[in-house]
């Protein structure tokens, strides 16, 4: 059975502190592993997709890593408006619904 | 491009009350997904359509829950009867089959049971 577990729960930095949220997966046949980001009171918004073990994706303060058995999402000098919850998700070569994380809520502080 | 539309935004309703969600996707997009988020959780799949034919419906409990997608293009939830632990944000997400890019979320119904 696929799963997704994603470390921290919550983090909390200060502006310009860069850290690291963790996504470990273990799936069958992977066909994708998604990052997306959740602000309160909105739906998930899609950041990245990596599909095989050593790609990397960027998109300005953020950079996605992915290996054979987890990814990494780097945050380079945090600012404010990245506070929201950071989810990780599982698409397996069967189909394309995704199996996600319960998430890592970031907060960061001016 | 116009996004996923659900609607309503918030539902409240008492137990063993029968409530209705509401989903237009992307148009064009073949694949349509319903998820429920319970607060604090990860969304979890209920359902999944591919035009007007359900994929995988072995999570939603169908007891209770049903959907339908009547024409391939928008689609609607249905609860009946409601129970406590229903309380969560129902989201809707469409995809193209040829997309690489996961798919897109509306906004969702946050559903309260009382």
């Known amino acids: 059975e696929d799963q997704v577990t994603q470390s921290p729960e919550a983090l909390r930095l200060q502006e310009g502190e860069s850290s690291s949220l963790n996504c470990s997966y273990t799936v069958s046949g992977l066909r994708g592993l998604f990052w997306y980001r959740q602000d309160p009171g909105k739906g998930p918004e899609f950041l990245f997709t990596l599909y095989s073990a050593g790609e990397e994706k960027e998109k300005e303060r953020l950079k996605a890593t992915l290996t054979k058995k987890e990814s990494f999402l780097h945050i380079t000098a945090p600012k404010p408006e990245d506070s929201?919850?950071?989810?990780c998700a599982v698409g397996h070569n069967s189909g394309y619904a995704l199996n996600f994380g319960k998430g890592t809520s970031l907060l960061v502080t001016p | 491009e116009a996004g996923v539309a659900q609607s309503p935004r918030y539902k409240i309703i008492e137990k063993r009350q029968s409530?209705?969600?509401w989903c237009n996707p992307i148009s064009g997009h073949a694949t349509l997904y319903w998820y429920?988020?319970?607060?604090?959780?990860?969304?979890?799949?209920?359902?999944?359509?591919?035009?007007n034919g359900v994929v995988d419906d072995s999570q939603l409990?169908?007891?209770?829950?049903?959907?339908?997608?009547?024409?391939g293009v928008d689609s609607t939830l249905k609860i009946q009867p409601a129970k406590l632990e229903d309380s969560a944000v129902y989201l809707c997400a469409s995809s193209s089959s040829a997309s690489n890019y996961g798919y897109t979320f509306g906004s969702g119904t946050r559903l309260t049971v009382v």
């Open chain 2, 61 to 71: 409990p169908k007891d209770r829950f049903s959907a339908e997608r009547l024409k």
């Open chain 2, 19 to 21: 409530v209705a969600f």
């Open chain 2, 36 to 51: 429920q988020q319970i607060l604090g959780q990860g969304p979890k799949l209920l359902i999944q359509f591919q035009n």
């Open chain 1, 84 to 87: 929201a919850t950071y989810l």
